[in-house]
């Protein structure tokens, strides 16, 4: 399976670039391509030129999940790149010391990581990667693990380096799933697409900063990028003219969405009139685009709702979906499932095609893994029966990992 296919980008010196995309567009993937921590199928990475043919020499890293050594006091851990480049110990203290100072940390030298919180930690690891005077700085999610005032605070004390001159480094990339961040921080943004990973859109960032939030362009900016993240293919969004549907689960894999979670968001929707904006929406539920984009996926697939650039709005069936009872909205979820969610279809139509109803989960799992890993293919098939319970088409037992049709007629077509 690929995971990225045809991608090629340039960072250059004095910008700030953000990679955003959905879970699974090869975001991080990318990023440790680029820092010579996977060697890459086919084509290279070059750094000043040169194919790189280990780690890249002039990249350091900040990881999401800090990735401190817990029995090294902050100094220590910030020594530690210098240290592996054979800096001796006068002058790797006397950096550390400064990259301590530059980022906030003065006063915390001898705290080991357990007596830190979440917001000091990172800053230790920004530390750590300051202080060898990288190239690039690559930043893989660098605040997702923080609460959302640390990580506005932290991005905040950044920019103002970046700004000030004072920055150790040449260039950053960072990883991303989060519009505003991007929006925020970047001088340039890749939006990726999935399956495989490719560069969808290349947009420059024109704003001064610091950057207004409410600034009529900023808001055009984030509009504009959620309506390419929440773009799909016309043969994605819009149901044939005429025939059968010939996508398959390889080609048009199930969101990863629950029955519940998008019966939520089509009721929030309703409620707003049956149309709604999307970076609203998001910002009143304080989701992030990686939170919502796999239930507005769902929507679509069965035909419950159209996205056009960064507005949803309900189709016919959608709003019948939600008003109806329960029966009525269980029926009309069997009909749309089994005619537009290509797995569903499949296994409907696979257990119809035997004498008593029943297949194995390992002849689903076996044809899924032909394009997807082992864990993806599970989890396609945890969601798929997860909407076939819902809809009472088939069920699943864990014990004999048997599926078994609830429905005889689930497998015959709609009318």
Known sequence: MRV????????????????????????????????????????????????????????????????????????DNVELGLRAQGVGPDQRRRRALEAIDLIGLDGFESA???????????????????????DALFMDEPFSALDVLTAENLRGELLRLWDSGEFPTKAVLIVTHNIEEAVQLADRILVLSSNPGRIKAELTVDLARPRDRDAPAYGRLVDHIYGILTGRDETATVAPAAGRDTSTPLTQPLPDASVGGLAGLLEIVAAGGGRADLPQLADKLSFEVD?????????????????????????????????????????LFA????????????????????????????????????????????????????????????DYDTDSGQLHLEQPEAVEAPA
């Open 291 to 331: 939170d919502l984009v796999p239930l507005l996926d769902a929507a679509v697939m069965l035909r419950f709702a159209h996205v056009h650039d960064a507005d949803i709005e309900l189709t016919d069936e959608g709003r019948s979906f939600v008003a109806g009872d329960i029966d009525t909205s269980k029926h």
């Open 4 to 75: 990225l296919e045809d991608v090629e980008l340039t960072l250059h010196e004095g910008e700030i670039v953000a990679l955003l995309g959905r879970s699974g567009s090869g975001k991080s993937t990318l990023l440790r391509t680029l820092a010579g921590l996977i060697a890459p199928t086919s084509g290279d990475v070059r750094y000043r030129g040169r194919p790189l043919t280990g780690a890249n020499p002039g990249v350091a890293m900040v990881f999401q999940t800090f990735a401190l050594l817990p029995w090294l006091t902050v100094l």
């Open 112 to 134: 080991y990581p357990k007596e830190l919180s979440g917001g000091m930690r990172q800053r230790v690891g920004f530390a750590r990667a300051l202080v060898v005077r990288p």
């Open 335 to 394: 009909d749309h499932a089994r005619r537009h969610a290509p797995l569903v279809r499949t296994i409907t139509q696979s257990l119809g095609s035997t004498d008593d109803g029943t297949l194995r989960d390992a002849f689903f799992l076996d044809l899924l893994r032909r394009g997807f890993t082992p864990d993806e293919a599970r989890h396609q098939l945890d969601v798929a029966i997860d909407w076939g319970r819902y809809a009472e088409l088939f």
